[in-house]
Structures are given as C-alpha cells and as structure tokens.
C-alpha cells in the first residue's frame, strides 16, 4: 500500500522513492512489537531528514548512558517485545481458529493431499 502511494498513477516509478519508503517502513512502529524496527536494530530512532541540523533533536546530544546501562535498557525491552510478540501471536491464531473446524478424514475416504 505505501509503495502505491509512493508510485501515484505510473508503478514503473516506485524505485525512484525507495529512501523513502525504507525510511517510512524502517521507522514505522510495529503493532506486533510496540517498537520501529530502527530501534531495535539500532537501539534508537533514527533523525528523519528534516531534523538533521535541529539542535533541538532528541537524540541529538552528548549520550549520557554508559554502554552498561544502555545494554540493560535494550535487554528490557527486548524482553518487552517478546511478551508483546508472543500475545500478537496468540491473537492472530484465535482470530485463524474462528472459522476452523475440527475434522477427522474417516479410514477409507478420499483425501486432497
């Protein structure tokens, strides 16, 4: 869907906007994970491109955490994606198994297989 907004009328053009879609998708917050996938790869968000030269950026500054604790915090969170990614997951399959029905081919019938 964000590459067709990106091409507009003419699809042969979606590759002349990949920095931006990379950038779109890369710091889009995932519903599964709570977090962008930037910040889980790299530990913080990446300054999107209009904020490069604002002093005012977080994230911008002297870093104030020690490897350490900066360590620690990632661990944290990281386990906080992993509940939130287990309870995706048991989401997604109650909403398979809405429509599913048990069924037990009888000795003898034909199967697809």
Known sequence: MMIAQFAGKD???WDENWPEIMLA???SISESTGYSPAFLTQGRE???PNALYDKETLGSGRNT???DEKAAKLKEIFEIVRRN???ASQD???HYNLRRRQWTPEVGSIVWA
Do not use: D, F, G, I
């Open 46 to 48: 990446p300054r999107l």
């Open 92 to 94: 997604q399959a109650r």
């Open 11 to 13: 699809h042969r053009t």
């Open 85 to 87: 990614m287990e309870k």
């Open 65 to 67: 955490e020690t490897p």
């Open 25 to 27: 998708v890369n710091s």
